[in-house]
């Protein structure tokens, strides 16, 4: 029989299986745990995250994290400690969510601009046209300001969220807004202008 069922270790309260998890570093005790509290730690994610599978992962996420943050606090009272964690993690999991539809819908708000893809929209005109409309936005974007330029190129052409972008730049979080919303002002206005001029030839 599996030491895992042996009544020995399944009849150790919380508080001995972290310590014989921590001192022997043996993932037997953190699967004992495991055992014990998934279904609360599953019906907790479903709450949050309104999707069985998503919670799923979540659950695997947080008995993975908890092979080391168990041994990083000391815990007195784990099942309220594990409830916290798990919220915790739905939360973070939340906001990753949020965050990518918010940057999905202003993709989708600004698809007259850009293409998912990060080159230049307009999908329906003529090759020349679109060429043309490349070079456009190619000399816009050189008169951006370095930190418009740089914000832009990271969140339309290179995909990153916002949280991204100011991890990558050091720039904080209203600056990356400023910078994305001022530079796609500013964009439009020289490819108006770079039109006007064309039209004007």
Same mark, same amino acid.
């Given at each position: 029989?599996?030491?895992? $069922?042996?009544? /020995?270790?399944?009849?150790?309260?919380?508080?001995?299986?972290?310590?014989?998890?921590?001192?022997?570093?043996?993932? !037997? *005790?953190?699967?004992?745990? *495991?055992?014990? $509290?998934?279904?609360?730690?599953?019906?907790?994610?479903?709450?949050?995250?309104?999707?069985?599978? /998503?919670?799923?992962?979540?659950?695997?996420? &947080?008995?993975?994290?908890?092979?080391?943050?168990?041994?990083?606090?000391?815990?007195?009272?784990?099942?309220?400690?594990? $409830?916290?964690?798990?919220?915790?993690?739905?939360?973070?999991?939340?906001?990753?969510?949020?965050?990518?539809?918010?940057?999905? %819908?202003?993709? +989708?708000?600004?698809?007259?601009?850009?293409?998912?893809?990060?080159?230049?929209?307009?999908?329906?005109?003529?090759?020349?046209?679109?060429?043309?409309? &490349?070079?456009?936005?190619?000399?816009? !974007?050189?008169?951006?300001?370095?930190? +418009?330029?740089?914000? %832009?190129?990271?969140?339309?052409?290179?995909?990153?969220?916002?949280?991204? &972008?100011?991890? &990558?730049?050091? *720039?904080?979080?209203?600056?990356?807004?400023?910078? %994305?919303?001022?530079?796609?002002?500013?964009?439009?206005?020289? %490819?108006?202008?770079? +039109?006007?001029?064309?039209?004007?030839?």
């Amino acid at each position: 029989m599996s030491m895992l $069922y042996k009544s /020995e270790y399944n009849d150790l309260n919380d508080n001995e299986l972290i310590n014989r998890y921590c001192t022997e570093n043996n993932n !037997l *005790f953190l699967g004992i745990l *495991f055992k014990r $509290y998934s279904h609360l730690v599953l019906g907790l994610c479903i709450k949050y995250l309104k999707n069985e599978d /998503e919670a799923q992962d979540i659950v695997m996420q &947080i008995f993975e994290k908890l092979t080391s943050d168990l041994k990083k606090h000391k815990i007195e009272f784990f099942k309220s400690w594990l $409830y916290t964690y798990s919220k915790n993690m739905c939360l973070m999991e939340l906001r990753k969510k949020q965050s990518k539809l918010k940057k999905d %819908i202003e993709l +989708q708000d600004n698809k007259d601009l850009f293409m998912d893809s990060g080159e230049v929209l307009h999908l329906n005109t003529e090759h020349e046209e679109k060429e043309s409309t &490349i070079t456009k936005l190619e000399t816009a !974007l050189n008169d951006l300001s370095k930190e +418009q330029k740089q914000c %832009i190129i990271l969140f339309y052409y290179k995909n990153k969220s916002y949280n991204e &972008i100011v991890e &990558i730049t050091g *720039f904080n979080a209203n600056e990356v807004k400023s910078y %994305i919303q001022n530079g796609k002002r500013n964009l439009k206005l020289k %490819i108006t202008e770079l +039109q006007n001029d064309q039209k004007a030839e």
